[in-house]
């Protein structure tokens, strides 16, 4: 099989030479599928994972990692101040949203990074 060239002359055809690359487009297609599969099944793992947050000890809120609030917990004595309580929200779901994507990104870049040919 003849070998194709571009206009300066770099091969366009057969393996890339770099190490660690893969050798074909085909192998570039199975891993790419690969980890589209485990990013789909993380999604899965995500939706079943809390996350918690507790605010004075007297508010905190569960969540899971596809951002569902699964519970609110509060002390009935914090409902007085109604100011206050509106800051201990605020708080706690910027809190919570922030592990949330935290724990999103970390495990997402971990598996982009095991199928990444360039690492």
């Given at each position: 099989?003849?070998?194709?060239?571009?206009?300066?002359?770099?091969?366009?055809?057969?393996?890339?030479?770099?190490?660690?690359?893969?050798?074909?487009?085909?192998?570039?297609?199975r891993l790419q599928e690969k980890m589209?599969?485990?990013?789909?099944?993380?999604?899965?793992?995500?939706?079943?994972?809390?996350?918690?947050?507790?605010?004075?000890?007297?508010?905190?809120?569960v969540a899971t990692c596809d951002r569902?609030?699964?519970?609110?917990?509060?002390?009935?004595?914090?409902?007085?101040?109604?100011?206050?309580?509106?800051?201990?929200?605020?708080?706690?779901?910027?809190?919570?949203?922030?592990?949330?994507?935290?724990?999103?990104?970390?495990?997402?870049?971990?598996i982009i990074a095991k199928y990444n040919?360039?690492?």
């Amino acid at each position: 099989m003849k070998k194709l060239k571009s206009f300066g002359g770099k091969n366009l055809g057969g393996s890339s030479g770099a190490p660690g690359l893969p050798k074909n487009f085909a192998e570039l297609q199975r891993l790419q599928e690969k980890m589209e599969q485990e990013l789909k099944e993380l999604e899965n793992t995500l939706a079943n994972e809390e996350v918690t947050v507790e605010i004075g000890g007297a508010l905190k809120i569960v969540a899971t990692c596809d951002r569902q609030v699964k519970d609110i917990i509060y002390e009935s004595d914090i409902l007085e101040d109604q100011e206050m309580f509106k800051d201990m929200l605020k708080t706690a779901i910027s809190e919570i949203w922030q592990k949330v994507d935290q724990i999103r990104e970390e495990r997402t870049n971990e598996i982009i990074a095991k199928y990444n040919p360039l690492a």
